[in-house]
């Protein structure tokens, strides 16, 4: 059915006015209309759709359905009332809803988890801490490496990593690092001389117990290893384990990383 011009604004809304009111684009209605899901009843004697109040309705309808994320061929069947009951294809949906908004909780966890851990680093108890790494452990220390490296891939990764992981993975680590470094030791006392293969693959299984944390390529090992001899803190702790034992080991880190084509005077962070 057709009307004159002047009689569009009594009996129906253009496509431009009807999207406004439906808060949906006029490339959606005009959509809509090419499809067959909803078209306007009238036209103007220039071709302009006009959409009734039954229109309207319908369309509020088809709005309703396609936010709460039905497709476009059951909101056709749904908008045929007599041929469906809506009721069971809302109640479909609205498991499907469910089980969304469920999965949505389930990575706002996890970014929560992301969140702390990048800002934590380790997400244990002071306590559960304490129990896992030693009474010597001293939690403010990750602190003060998240002040140091915070903002460093290596920490967003080691951060990814934590994010993960509860108090068996980090008692699992902690005995690693323990046999690691008793292992170092007794190495030293037995005068193994860095470079050696015994010493290479001492300094290879250094490496790769940083895999816990973040990669470590060579030449960041030996970055490490300069900073083991030279940072007090580092020296500190590991002369605990063996009194010279820093020192030795960034020797043997060196001497690893040249057999390895790497220049240890020149190594970068990288």
Known sequence: MSLPADAAETSGLTVGRAAARLGVTVRTLHHWDETGLASPSLRTHGGYRLYTATD???????VVYRELGLPLDTIRELLQAQAVDPTVALRSQRHQVQERIARLNDMVEGLDRMIRAHEQGILLTVEQQAAIFGPDWEPEGVLRARERWGDTPQWAEYAERAATRGPDDWKAIAQANAALES??????Q?????????????AERHREAFDAYFHLTH??????????RE???????YDRVHPGLAA????????????HGIDPGAAAWR
């Open 219 to 228: 030449e960041m090992q030996v970055c490490l290893g300069r900073m083991y």
């Open 231 to 237: 940072d007090a803190e580092f020296t500190a702790y």
């Open 248 to 259: 030795w080991l960034s020797r043997v880190i060196d001497a690893n990383a040249q057999a």
């Open 190 to 202: 037995d005068g193994i001389v860095p470079g050696s293969a015994e010493a290479n693959r001492l």
């Open 56 to 62: 309207i309705a319908r369309l509020q309808r088809a």
């Open 183 to 188: 292992d170092l030791a007794v190495a030293m």
